[in-house]
Every structure is written in C-alpha cells, then in structure tokens.
C-alpha cells in the first residue's frame, strides 16, 4: 500500500443507510457482496448527478474525499454526557479496487513441510536435522529422510549457496504472547525459520569470535558495511521469496541486518551501539495488488487489545502474516515466515458504500447509547465510560480504509480479509505513513455497512 490520498473538507450531513448483515469468510460458501443501496456507481434516478466521487469505478469515488470534522453529545445508559470530537485525515490505498480475499490456515503437516523442504532444498538430499551430523564430513554415514513428521530438517542448497548447509525449521503455538498496554495476550501462531546452520562461517570478521553470535534487524543509522547495495541484495531475495511459492507477495521494506557484538549497552540507543551493520533484511507481506494485509488489524498496534479479550476466550490465529529475508554478500542466509496463510479465492465484484454513507452509519452508531463500542481501558459506550477525567471524550484523528480479517465462524481456520473504514485515534505512524499504535477504533464493513468487533476477531 501507497500513503494514500488526505484531502480536507467539513462534513456535517448525517447520510441515511439500511442495515445489513455481518461479512464473514466463508470456507465452501459464498457472501452475495452485490449490495443494493448507495454504493460506488449509483447516479440518482432523476437524471441528476450522485454526490462528489460517486459514478467512479474501484476506490475512485474517493478521489475527491476530504477531512471529516465533527463534534456532537450523546448519552450513555447510565445518563454519563460523551462528547465526541471527529477530526480525521481521510486515507485511501494508491490502488483501484479493494476485492474480498479469501484465506486458510495452512497445516504444519508432511505434504506441506516436505514441498517446502524441496522447493528450498532443490535435488540435494535433506535430512532429520536431529540426526544429521557436524560437520558436513560425516553426512554420508547417515540417510537421508523418506518421511517429514519431524519439525526440524537439514540440508545443503548447492546451487545458489555454494553448498552450504542451512537448517529448516516449523514451529507451531497455542500461547504465543503479543505485548499491548503493559499486558501480553496469547494467541495461535505459526512459524517457519530457515538458516545458515554455522553462522560464524558468513559473518563479519569482526564478530565471527562472538559466542551465542545472532543477527537482527536494525532501526540504528549505521553505516551499512555490506559489499552488496541496496538494489543487488534486493534482487536476491526476490528471487528467494518467489522460489518459495508462498503467499507473501507485497514488498514491504528494507532495514540493515545489525549483527551481534556481544555487548548490551541498555538504553534507546543501543543498537548503535551493540550491532554492526553488514547486509540487509528486506520484508514481505500478505496481501494483494501491492496492499499489505500485516499493516493493518494486528493486535500489536491495537493500545488497549490485551484489556479488552479474556483468556477465557477462543485465541485466534496472530494476523501478522509477514516474512523476513536476511541477505548479505554471501547471498541468502536465512528468512523467518511468520504466521503464512494460503490464499482460497479472490472476490473481485466487490462494491464499496459511499464516503457519506459509511459517515452517516459511524455516526449513528456512536450517537446511540445501546450501541457496544469498547473504548477507554474496558469501559464500552452503552454501559458507562465512567465521569472521570477524560473518559467521557472521546477523539478520532483518522478515518482509514484499510484490509480487515474477518473469520469463518462455521470453520476454524478460515478467514476473508475485507475492506473497512477504521476510525480511530492513532497514536504514532511509522517511517512509510502506517499506523504503529491505535486506540479507540471503530470499524465499518466498507461493503455493508455493517459493525466489526475488533476483540471477537483478533
């Protein structure tokens, strides 16, 4: 995804919109996603033209869009005053239109860790790495694996790494914790870890003597001591990556792979500190036509996800579907895949409501004191958000149209990603304009107009 377009203007006009039911994926089924009502196209049926945007095909109407600003009073059930303030950039994705993508879990099971060993491994024979000896001279007194029910492999890629041996490793979890607002919530999660398996045989020389020696990426300015540039690198781990045949096809960044030094200084600035930098980690997300479906609904950038789900709850499967590649002048040396999905099906007929209808359905919803939006550290409008301090304002600075993943209440491990407008106060932004902490979110079905519980998804 681009930065987006924001535009300004004032809204003040309270659209009209009927009620429709909740988009979920769907494993076998499909949703009917031609909605009557106002959606992009419609002209108005006496000939006039429809309101600015509207007419345009894809993500055009909201070409035009500008700010939303807004401020009214509603009460809540327990006669608590909530002033709401809406002064919010609009942002859009560069892109024509948004499809419904429908996905699935993959199973960690031997046909899929086998393809994957062979894909990475090419014609050279691969092993339990459990069994495989060290060093690489003793290979011959073992045999190769004629079965994958082992999490763990071993083996040699001859033609693009000069032979060396690397590790291929999967692992699964029920408790994986994400960190939000000082708590920690679990979540399913799923991993694939590919690596040099000595690593002080392609590390600087400075660092080679280093014991327990890792690598990571960087946020420091260090000067990047990498033979390679930027673009050679690049070209390597494109490669890679469309070797794998994974579903990781939105280029996502680059950072400098910083290697270990084997100090720990503390502080803000210790990766300036404690790390050389030599070689690069470039990054690769789930998504399609270039949006990214990582950027956005994951529980790490969501300030109050960890208060608001209860252990006692079904964890859901972590959203954060990204994979790393780490490259230096030895070529690939290693790529971390967190949490894969496979897509199923692309809906591409999809018809977006209109900028005043999705304001009009935020607006009504929030005015509403029987409406349950969950804000303010576990208080929920339409309950209390109690009279002290701030916690009868509420503030939104962004009005975003992003991808949403969704889940198949009927199938576990099926989802549908789909276009949502997501008003929230965000907190902070990261380097390429994405949101990196949001509080106070609500979020609109871009389709159907309809509410997204943010906690009863993630």
């Not at 939000?180 to 000595?198: M, P, Y």
């Not at 390679?228 to 990781?248: I, N, P, Q, T, V």
């Not at 929920?380 to 949403?404: H, Q, T, V």
Request: one cysteine or more; a negative charge; glycine letters at 8%.
């Amino acid at each position: 995804m681009g930065r987006g377009k924001r535009k300004s203007r004032l809204w003040f006009g309270l659209a009209m919109c009927i009620g429709i039911g909740l988009l979920t994926g769907c494993k076998e089924e499909r949703v009917d996603y031609q909605i009557e009502g106002e959606t992009e196209g419609t002209q108005e049926e006496d000939g006039g033209s429809a309101p600015a945007g509207r007419g345009k095909k894809g993500l055009g109407q909201f070409a035009d869009a500008e700010d939303w600003y807004d401020m009214w009073e509603t009460v809540d059930k327990k006669g608590n005053t909530i002033s709401i303030l809406v002064n919010a950039n609009i942002i859009v994705p560069e892109a024509e239109k948004m499809p419904v993508v429908e996905v699935k879990e993959p199973e960690f099971n031997a046909a899929y860790k086998k393809q994957l060993a062979e894909r990475l491994f090419g014609d050279s024979e691969i092993y339990d790495s459990d069994d495989a000896p060290w060093p690489k001279s003793y290979i011959d007194e073992i045999h190769p694996i004629n079965k994958y029910d082992a999490d763990d492999y071993f083996g040699t890629c001859e033609g693009l790494y000069e032979g060396r041996s690397y590790n291929l490793s999967f692992f699964e979890s029920d408790s994986f914790n994400v960190e939000a607002n000082a708590f920690s919530r679990t979540c399913r999660s799923k991993e694939i870890l590919f690596q040099v398996k000595d690593i002080s045989r392609i590390c600087p020389s400075e660092v080679s003597a280093v014991e327990d020696l890792k690598y990571m990426a960087v946020d420091a300015l260090l000067e990047n001591q990498c033979g390679l540039s930027m673009e050679e690198a690049k070209e390597m781990a494109d490669r890679f990556a469309e070797g794998l045949k994974l579903d990781y096809s939105v280029y996502a960044g680059c950072k400098p792979l910083g290697w270990w030094k084997g100090t720990d200084s503390g502080g803000k600035k210790r990766h300036e500190v404690d790390y050389i930098a030599d070689g690069y980690v470039f990054y690769y997300d789930a998504g399609i036509d270039s949006m990214s479906f990582a950027r956005y609904g994951s529980q790490e950038i969501e300030l109050d996800f960890a208060v608001q789900k209860k252990e006692s709850e079904e964890q859901q499967y972590y959203m954060k579907a990204r994979m790393e590649v780490y490259v230096n002048e030895n070529g690939v040396i290693g790529m971390k895949a967190q949490n894969p999905i496979e897509i199923t099906a692309v809906l591409g007929e999809t018809r977006l409501l209109s900028m005043d209808a999705i304001q009009g359905i935020i607006k009504e919803k929030l005015t509403d004191a029987s409406e349950m939006f969950r804000f303010k550290y576990g208080y929920l409008i339409g309950e209390s958000l109690g009279a002290d301090g701030d916690k009868n304002f509420l503030s939104f600075n962004n009005m975003e149209l992003i991808y949403f993943r969704v889940r198949d209440k009927e199938n576990a491990g099926y989802y549908s990603y789909v276009p949502a407008w997501r008003l929230a106060y965000v907190t902070s932004r990261d380097v390429d304009g994405y949101a990196t902490c949001v509080k106070e979110q609500v979020l609109i079905n871009a389709i159907d107009g309809s509410v997204i519980d943010f906690y009863e998804e993630a």
